[in-house]
């Protein structure tokens, strides 16, 4: 597990960094459309659920770990509700109503919480890599 904190810590930094970079000096223009930030997401994805399998250890965050759970599920739950708005909300009957951008607000809304969260599970990956070095029991 040791390994694996570390991978994800510095993952997780290459890919802030990364997002960063291709935001504000590559393609500014293409905010939405940055691979960094889908990659990001990904790992994010994998890693809650690897740290959700590994059971309880002293070297976890569970309080932090709860409020960024949370987090991501106020940001599903935004992306569904524009998805929802988007396919059902003032629909026109017009399926070629290139327009029509229903719950895009929505999802441009959803992009606070999760930017919030990525940098707060950065922040809770970063100090869990310090505790599960500092412990000396090999995991």
């Known amino acids: 597990m040791r390994i694996y904190k570390a991978v994800d810590f510095y993952l997780q ?13 590559i393609r500014p223009e293409m905010v939405d459309g940055s691979w960094f930030m889908l990659f990001y997401a990904g790992t994010q994805i ?15 965050m569970r ?13 599903f739950i935004l992306i569904a509700l524009a998805f929802l ?5 003032g ?5 070629d109503d290139k327009y029509r951008m229903n719950g895009l607000g929505t999802l441009i809304f959803a992009a606070i919480p999760a930017a919030i969260s990525t940098l707060f599970y950065t ?3 970063g100090k869990e890599w310090v505790n599960i ?4 029991i090999e995991l």
């Open 13 to 25: 930094c290459l890919l802030l960094f990364g997002t960063i970079i291709s935001i504000c000096f």
């Open 91 to 95: 629909s026109t009957g017009d399926k």
């Open 63 to 75: 309080k932090w770990r709860r409020v960024h759970q949370w987090g991501m599920m106020i940001v």
């Open 123 to 125: 922040v809770i990956t």
């Open 85 to 89: 708005q988007g396919s059902m909300i």
């Open 46 to 60: 994998i890693s809650l659920l690897v740290n959700g399998l590994s059971g309880v250890a002293p070297w976890k």
């Open 133 to 136: 070095r500092a412990t000396k």
